[in-house]
């Protein structure tokens, strides 16, 4: 198992911006997949986008408002987050997963991902 560390949660005003950032290790950095999930009160979770491979993946409900990007200096995963909607309020957590077991079509399994960071609550209200 693999730690995994996210910060940059918190409340924000609809249509602003937050990016949250996920902390691993330079091995899990440079060899496995890392994906965004989120997962609000009574729902189940639901994955946001994966970096995998130099490739990006997102869901359709934040594509064009949501980006992944890797620092490679400070190994360290961000999502930024745009246009925030009232619908976007949950905890968001990142998780890693062997590249080879992340495809397209299943990025968004969250049983594929081992090892998964504590989240950040992200709340969107005026």
């Known amino acids: 198992q693999w730690q995994l560390v996210e910060s940059g949660g918190g409340l924000v005003h609809p249509g602003g911006s937050l990016r949250l950032s996920c902390a691993v290790s330079?091995?899990?950095?440079?060899?496995?997949?890392i994906g965004w999930f989120r997962q609000a009160p009574g729902k189940e979770r639901e994955g946001v986008g994966c970096?995998?491979?130099?490739?990006?993946y997102y869901s359709n409900s934040v594509k064009d408002r949501f980006t992944i990007s890797k620092d490679n200096t400070k190994n360290t995963v961000h999502l930024q987050m745009t246009s925030l909607r009232p619908e976007d309020t949950a905890v968001y957590f990142c998780?890693?997963?062997?590249?080879?077991?992340?495809?397209?079509?299943?990025?968004?399994?969250?049983?594929?991902?081992?090892?998964w960071g504590q989240g950040t609550q992200v709340t969107v209200s005026s």
């Open positions: 970096t995998v491979a130099s490739l990006e």
């Open positions: 330079k091995h899990v950095f440079d060899y496995y997949a």
């Open positions: 998780a890693a997963a062997e590249e080879s077991k992340v495809y397209f079509n299943n990025w968004s399994e969250a049983s594929r991902y081992k090892s």
